[in-house]
């Protein structure tokens, strides 16, 4: 199974592709991602971990709604229905075991993490007390 690790909110400064391996790493300003499956372009970068049932008919409803999606892979289509459906309304059609981390940095950056309903695919998430949620 794969794990999704990642950084939210640091000092890093990369930027891009920060590796190539089984792993791919995908980074920015002030975060990092790592997962086997990545897509990240145009601000927005997807990670899932697991697998979403409903691939095919989320793929049909973002590209019935003009966005085109030319490849078929977990993380392309998690990362086009984002930016469909935006921060709020992400993940309430999503079916299966998954749990997915989502960077928006097209203005103030936002880190959205989407496990399933029974938490099938363990997310474990850390925030230190002393810093404030904005």
Known sequence: ??????????????????????????????????????????????VPAGAVEVRLPLLSRVESRGRPVAERHHATVLRAAFETAGTRHFAERLRGAYATAVVDTRSTPVLVLAPDDASTVPLYHHWPPARRCP
């Open 1 to 46: 199974m794969s794990r999704i690790l990642g950084r939210f909110g640091t000092g890093w400064t990369g930027a891009g592709p920060c590796g190539e391996t089984d792993t791919r790493v995908l980074c920015g300003r002030g975060w990092v991602l790592a997962c086997g499956r990545v897509d990240g372009r145009d601000g927005v970068t997807a």
